[in-house]
């Protein structure tokens, strides 16, 4: 199983319960890809949508991947991002 978690401005998508829940419910060894390809597009504007109109910073990205670590998921993918 490969789970593809879309990380979000502002921790709108829930990364930290989703990888308490993958590690508790699935297993820490799930293949888990974290995204940072979220951008502002479509019809989200920027009147109608504030939490979301704003791409993610490398800060908010550099938190998924901590939290990843965190609950102990053994097989995280980060995409292209370099993780410090």
């Avoid at 401005?9 to 799930?30: C, F, K, N, Y």
Wanted: a negative charge; hydrophobic letters at 40%; aromatic letters at 8%.
């Amino acid at each position: 199983m490969l789970l593809r978690h879309l990380v979000m401005p502002g921790g709108i998508a829930g990364t930290r319960g989703i990888r308490e829940w993958v590690a508790r419910e699935l297993s820490p060894g799930t293949f888990v890809n974290l995204m940072a390809q979220y951008r502002l597009d479509g019809k989200v504007s920027r009147k109608e949508y504030v939490e979301i109109d704003r791409c993610i910073s490398d800060n908010e990205f550099q938190e998924a991947i901590e939290d990843a670590r965190t609950a102990e998921l053994t097989n995280v993918w980060a995409g292209n991002r370099d993780v410090v």
